[in-house]
């Protein structure tokens, strides 16, 4: 099974609108993270924000909040008020506390932002 | 800012060549990584690095190999480059500790086999 889904391979979004990306992920670990990066197609990847498993609150970080509903396993990342620069590839990432430190990633989201 | 360099943004090499890739990390970093990137698969991690000389396999790590001699500075190897090695390979860098630890990534290293 995936450890880390995301169904959305491609999507358009109107600039200035809000953009939710979204990633379900699989284990039986109690311990996790998840994380959130964006590669421009400059391909260099950047880090957006971190969920930790036993956060209580959903992370935000300006822009970006990720929707955690632990329940479902789900980690969603929202964009508010998109902007042309935030037209790139998005990926969801877990670690894992028995994983030995590596991230293990989905296959991603590239979205384009419409002016 | 942690920065994490790769040798190469772009590398052409022959079938059956011996390849090296270079990464260095400037935050003194213990944990370094390979992975490589192919549409519609996502990153997918080829060895992983906790400390000098100490290495273990990722998920894909046929074909490859890895040295770290230094902290700073983490190598991927193929002995013997083939045309499925095609790939964007990127080089990652962490801290070995609690909370979010993240990951942070070098430019990457297209990397054409003909």
């Known amino acids: 099974a995936q450890k880390i889904t995301q169904t959305q391979p491609g999507m358009f979004v109107q600039e200035k609108e809000a953009v939710t990306l979204d990633c379900t992920y699989d284990t039986s670990d109690p311990s996790y993270g998840l994380f959130w990066y964006k590669q421009p197609s400059s391909g260099e990847m950047i880090f957006l924000i971190y969920?930790?498993?036993?956060?209580?609150q959903n992370a935000t970080e300006g822009r970006y909040s990720l929707n955690f509903q632990k329940a479902r396993k789900s980690a969603n990342l929202v964009i508010s008020a998109s902007q042309l620069g935030d037209s790139a590839m998005y990926f969801c990432?877990?670690?894992?506390?028995?994983?030995?430190?590596?991230?293990?990633f989905g296959t991603g989201t590239r979205l384009t932002i419409i002016p | 800012d942690v920065k994490v360099t790769q040798s190469s943004r772009y590398l052409v090499k022959r079938t059956g060549e011996k390849v090296f890739l270079e990464c260095v990390q400037d935050?003194?970093?213990?944990?370094m990584f390979w992975y490589r990137q192919d549409p519609g698969l996502g990153l997918r991690l080829i060895y992983f690095s906790y400390d000098v000389k100490m290495k273990e396999k990722g998920d894909i790590p046929e074909g490859y190999s890895v040295s770290r001699e230094k902290k700073e500075r983490f190598s991927l190897i193929l002995e013997s480059a083939s045309t499925n090695q095609t790939s964007m390979y990127l080089c990652?860098?962490?801290?070995?500790?609690?909370?979010?630890?993240?990951?942070?990534f070098g430019p990457g290293t297209r990397l054409t086999v003909t």
């Open positions: 990432a877990m670690r894992e506390a028995f994983g030995n430190e590596k991230l293990t």
């Open positions: 969920q930790g498993s036993y956060d209580q």
């Open positions: 935050m003194d970093h213990e944990n």
């Open positions: 990652a860098s962490r801290e070995s500790r609690q909370g979010s630890g993240e990951q942070y």
